[in-house]
């Protein structure tokens, strides 16, 4: 199951829990779960409301603790010495370490000894915790965002009067798209932000899916704006199936492409070596016909998000381009993993790939093969057939 949050006004703890709770998550067992941590300290309740025709759960948390506030390490106690799933676990640390590292560098202090004050009481614990509860209890295995849009004006907390988005939503979105919003009032919490941040790294439209369901959490301001007060939570499957065990590490890449008629293949050559060096996960020249009859080459290359940039300066750096095409692609691959097999040889390491069908599949590495032909003097097609044969003969 993947999800979509379309945070078209806002995102807030209660939001993205009352998304989850009309999308089917009972708030009894919600509840209950999160009584293993805070015990009788709370109550959650929730109530279907109705927001420009569309009904939506408006949640709410009561908190009968006389102690609104808790420290960094007493939070992170409580989540560490629980009972949930090591997903859950990690998810609400790094969330409650985000807002963490906002508060420090704000207020110029240790993280260590930051003193949690709306953030540290009960309803934002319920909030994190409870949402992370809530992805696992929908067996959402990949979130993916809109961008986020953020609201103007002012908004009083413990620290006095501060202006919107609060510093700490602004440090724990750090390079995550953003957009304006003609609200005059807070839109995204830096409860939310953790949340959403915490959840997903791929921010844009909505991806392909087919559709299974679509929940509406309701902020708790009346909007100024047509627009309503509405956190939109999108599930869905792929049209292939995530939850295969032989798919391994599905993730978002980026192509780039870009062609060539007056390069020198021994720029060519260089740069596709260079380009393995600095973070490319594969590169392939492709031969085309291009503009007045000349042959050209395409580069053609695949990277992650973050070598993206780096990439993009190399190549016009070292060719002879003036424009790159680029584009975010889903990959995925089927589990892999290195292992050591024994030849004719001796030792070496191959790749063992596990197929659709449950079949094992042993591909020898090529640098290995290429050590073994020089050390012996032997033809390299000699060396791969001599270890596919041993390989053949493996018990897998």
Known sequence: MIAYFDIFSGISGDM???????????????ESQIKTILFSEFKIKSETIQKNGLSAQNLFVKSFSKDHSRDYQQIKKLILESNFSKRVKEYSFTAFEKIAKAEAKIHSQDIENVHFHEVGAVDAIVDIVGSFLCIEYLNIKKVYASKISLGSGFIECSHGILPVPAPATLAILKDVPIRP????????????????TTLTSDYGKIPEMILKDV???????????????????????????ENNDNFKNNESVYVLETTTDDMSQEYSGYIFQELFKIGALDVCHIPVQMKKNRPGTRLEILCKKEDLNKIIDFVFKESTTTGIRYYKADRIKLKREIITI????????????????????VQPEYEELKKIAKKYKIPLKKVYQQVNLDINSLKL
Do not use: C, Q
């Not at 003609?182 to 953790?194: F, H, K, M």
């Open 16 to 30: 993205t829990l009352g998304a989850l709770v009309d999308l089917g998550v009972p708030v009894d067992w919600l």
């Open 181 to 196: 919003h003609d609200a005059n009032y807070e839109l995204v919490t830096p409860t939310g932000a953790a949340i959403i």
């Open 215 to 241: 929940g509406y959490g309701a902020g708790k301001r009346t909007s100024s704006s047509k627009i309503p007060n509405l956190l939109r939570i999108i599930t869905g499957k792929k049209d292939f199936d």
């Open 342 to 361: 024994k030849t004719k040889f001796g030792k070496m390491l191959a790749k063992k790939i596990t197929n659709l069908d449950k079949s094992i599949s």
